[in-house]
């Protein structure tokens, strides 16, 4: 395996732990958030309006779902990208390119984290010996020779 591509290795293994920390934290605030808000009038003590704001509630759901999808399908696709690559299967350089390029582009949790981590991957992925570890054309022995 290419030694540039140990880097990609562990950029993407760091990856996926993240996104599972990740997905508990935005799990755990889904559960814990409350979509009932209490609005207390000024000037009438004790008074105390219950108000449900619908939108909130959607986030509510959202929170929950995307927490369990960022632990139970993001994170098991990127460990399964980096375990691909250890085994050097094209099909997996191609998908950390894409996976690569998305984690330089995210914005929503934990930017600076996931840019970093996707700009060393992508150094992993086009450096020169790890490109004709993946890219090694097949030679023809057919071809023509010079001699009558």
């Not at 995210?106 to 790890?130: C, I, M, Q, R």
Request: contains cysteine.
């Amino acid at each position: 395996m290419p030694s540039r591509l140990k880097i990609t290795v562990v950029c993407f293994n760091i990856s996926a732990v993240l996104s599972i920390v990740c997905g508990i934290i935005m799990f755990i605030f889904g559960i814990r958030s409350d979509p009932t808000f209490i609005i207390h009038c000024s000037g009438q003590p004790g008074v105390q309006l219950h108000h449900t704001f619908p939108l909130f509630g959607a986030f509510h759901v959202a929170a929950i779902v995307g927490g369990l999808l960022l632990i139970f399908v993001a994170a098991p696709l990127i460990r399964h990208i980096a375990l691909a690559l250890t085994g050097l299967r094209y099909w997996a350089w191609l998908t950390g390119l894409i996976l690569s390029g998305l984690m330089i582009f995210n914005g929503w949790h934990a930017p600076y984290v996931f840019t970093v981590l996707g700009g060393l991957s992508l150094w992993g992925l086009l450096d020169k010996e790890t490109l004709e570890a993946f890219l090694h054309r097949p030679t023809n022995d057919r071809q023509p020779t010079t001699e009558n």
